[in-house]
């Protein structure tokens, strides 16, 4: 090591080593994602960090100080600073890959690190959006790893601006910052679907879900809408039980990934907890995984199959209706449901063509109005056998009440038995809510 090298290391506390790891690994920090993360402890507010610590660092040469946004400002790596990282952390100089049998770099360099002054406000969102993620996971006790795009080595043939992985599931995290426009977002589908097409895809050993992580906009449901179109239009066809997506603002999707995605993959969901609980104890009916009916419905997976059963154990006829259904939870809105929304008529005719008989499909939302807006942002409007609910209706009312259908008006009609053939009008969307 360089005598230089090692003097400067000598002046270095191990919170100053851990800060250049971070920057590394997330390429750049603000000064106060920098002092939040760990300095806070050790000084009284932002001012004295900067006064004190920082100034040396800056002044040792290891980090750079750029502003990008009125008078915010990102720290950097020096050349110095990635000196020291390398150190550290013992990153290999050279990597021999054993495809190309050449060898390459394995280390990245300060400039490689640099972001344009344009993007680097960018970084920062996607950066807190990670270090708050991180903290949550570390609170409720999960076990998480998070690539950088720069450092996504797991996908070739698609680079999401982050890769979050925990339990089964890949979350690629895509930060938007309002910016990109219809034709844009089209085209960043279009990079998807070449993906979904390659044999990487194929060979992909968890499921993928892609958080778009949506800031920086006046008018986040107009921005949803647009992002919510744009995929549905351009991927509804390969939504499904290996690929999802979920779009929100980082408060949103961080409060829906802790408190439903992921406790879903540790069967502690209270919320759909509850949905199975109203549908097994209030309204009488036996559950099970929809998987098991996978080869009957054109091979799609739904969440749930729940039937009404006589004494004997067959399936209840009510009012001249089977009364057996495919269940899927919407309350965290994921675009795969709005496959299955699309492609119910014909999966259905394939339980059809099997089982000589009909199956309708149930989706429960949070509410009538977010239901019709989202099909309606998403142009589907061929809902034959389809049925919506809420919990609050199915807290509240009879089975054949608590199931409603909609038009493209907004009216709303529920039903008049168990038969679910004679509709009553309820209410208009649009009114009921002005």
Not at 106 to 130: D, K, M, W
Not at 225 to 247: K, P, W
Not at 404 to 431: A, C, K, P, V
Request: net charge negative.
């Amino acid at each position: 090591m360089r005598k230089n090298l090692r003097d400067i290391i000598k002046q270095l506390e191990k919170t100053d080593i851990r800060l250049l790891y971070r920057l590394y690994q997330y390429r750049c920090l603000t000064i106060r994602q920098s002092f939040r993360e760990l300095y806070q402890e050790t000084y009284d507010d932002l001012r004295a960090f900067e006064e004190d610590r920082l100034e040396l660092l800056i002044t040792l040469g290891v980090v750079d100080k750029v502003e990008f946004n009125l008078e915010n400002h990102a720290l950097f790596l020096t050349k110095v600073g990635v000196d020291i990282v390398r150190e550290a952390v013992q990153i290999e100089r050279e990597i021999f890959d054993k495809d190309t049998k050449k060898v390459k770099r394995g280390y990245y360099t300060a400039g490689e690190l640099r972001i344009s002054p344009r993007l680097i406000n960018h970084q920062v969102h996607l950066n807190q959006f990670v270090l708050e993620f991180k903290q949550l996971a570390l609170d409720y006790g999960h076990k998480c790893n998070y690539y950088d795009e720069k450092f996504v080595s797991q996908y070739f043939t698609i680079r999401p601006d982050g890769l979050l992985q925990i339990y089964d599931t890949d979350f690629f995290v895509e930060m938007d910052m309002a910016t990109e426009n219809k034709s844009q977002l089209i085209d960043k589908w279009s990079h998807y679907r070449d993906f979904f097409r390659s044999q990487e895809y194929k060979e992909r050993e968890k499921k993928i879900v892609v958080l778009f992580v949506t800031e920086n906009t006046k008018n986040l449901k107009s921005r949803k809408d647009l992002v919510r179109y744009t995929a549905s239009q351009s991927l509804i066809d390969v939504f499904g039980e290996n690929f999802d997506m979920h779009i929100g603002s980082k408060d949103e999707l961080l409060k829906l990934l802790f408190e439903q995605l992921i406790p879903d993959m540790v069967q502690a969901n209270d919320n759909k907890a509850k949905i199975l609980r109203l549908l097994q104890q209030y309204h009488e009916f036996s559950i099970a995984p929809g998987e098991r009916l996978k080869a009957l419905l054109h091979d799609t997976t739904y969440e749930f199959y729940v039937r009404r059963l006589n004494e004997d154990g067959g399936i209840r006829s009510l009012f001249g209706r089977v009364q057996e259904f495919l269940v899927d939870d919407y309350t965290t809105q994921p675009l795969s449901v709005l496959h299955k929304l699309t492609y119910h008529k014909r999966n259905a005719h394939s339980f059809k063509s099997k089982m000589d008989r009909t199956i309708p499909y149930i989706v429960v939302g949070n509410s009538e109005y977010e239901l019709f807006e989202d099909l309606k942002v998403s142009d589907i409007t061929q809902l034959e056998n389809i049925f919506f609910t809420t919990i609050e209706r199915l807290e509240k009312k009879e089975f054949h009440e608590a199931l409603f259908q909609m038009d493209e008006q907004g009216n709303i009609y529920h039903f008049m038995n168990s038969g679910l053939s004679e509709r009553m009008y309820e209410t208009n969307i649009r009114e009921a809510i002005i």
